[in-house]
């Protein structure tokens, strides 16, 4: 089973909108941590946002916000006020429980355009 | 202070030639982390390496090997190159092997022709 799933391979978003990307996951353990990196064109994998299982409120940072619901396994990036350079392909990755694998996943990724 | 750096960025080589990637992590870091890109497979983690020593392994075969000095930075060899082996390889780094960020250099484009 994937460990990560992003359903949406490609989304468009008018610019100074809002636009959410979809990620679910797949853990049985109680201890994970749940990120979104965005790549441009370029090739670098640029770290957004980071949420912990344990963390109780949704984490932002800037314009980009976690929406965690823990019981239905969804972590989707919602980006406000969008801007052009936020075209990019988006990158929703898990970091299991250190004492058990502590590797990374990462899901297939959404390639998000934003239109003037 | 300076992000991961990787080198080199482009890289071109013939089918059975062997290639070494190197990666020097953000200073203080002690955990490299090597992915693998490709359209097809998308991003897939070949290996960890914390302290000198290789914490975790991906589903590649044993082409693929890596090794960590003692100053962290990190080296990543392929022998035996095939044509599936082109690819964008990212080097990823984060503080201690628990810590929860890793942040990612700007990768090595190799092209085996």
């Known amino acids: 089973a994937q460990k990560i799933t992003q359903t949406q391979p490609g989304m468009f978003v008018q610019e100074k909108e809002a636009v959410t990307l979809d990620c679910t996951y797949d853990?049985?353990?109680?201890?994970?941590?749940l990120f979104w990196y965005k790549q441009p064109s370029s090739g670098e994998m640029i770290f957004l946002i980071y949420?912990?299982?344990?963390?109780?409120q949704n984490a932002t940072e800037g314009r980009y916000s976690l929406n965690f619901q823990k019981a239905r396994k969804s972590a989707n990036l919602v980006i406000s006020a969008s801007q052009l350079g936020d075209s990019a392909m988006y990158f929703c990755?898990?970091?299991?429980?250190?004492?058990?694998?502590?590797?990374?996943?990462f899901g297939t990724g959404t390639s998000l355009t934003v239109i003037p | 202070k300076a992000g991961v750096t990787q080198t080199p960025r482009y890289l071109i080589k013939t089918r059975g030639q062997q290639v070494t990637l190197s990666c020097s992590p953000i200073?203080?870091?002690?955990?490299v982390s090597w992915y693998q890109q490709t359209p097809g497979q998308g991003l897939q983690f070949l290996f960890e390496?914390?302290?000198?020593?290789?914490?975790n392994k991906g589903n590649f075969p044993g082409r693929f090997s890596g090794r960590q000095f003692s100053n962290s930075r990190s080296e990543m060899n392929v022998s035996t190159l095939e044509l599936g082996d082109s690819a964008l390889y990212l080097c990823?780094?984060?503080?201690?092997?628990?810590?929860?960020?890793?942040?990612f250099g700007p990768g090595t484009r190799l092209l085996v022709l």
């Open positions: 390496y914390f302290s000198e020593t290789q914490r």
């Open positions: 990823a780094s984060r503080a201690l092997a628990g810590a929860e960020t890793q942040y």
């Open positions: 853990t049985s353990d109680q201890s994970y941590g």
């Open positions: 949420q912990g299982s344990y963390d109780e």
């Open positions: 200073s203080g870091h002690r955990s």
């Open positions: 990755a898990m970091r299991e429980d250190p004492n058990t694998g502590n590797q990374f996943y």
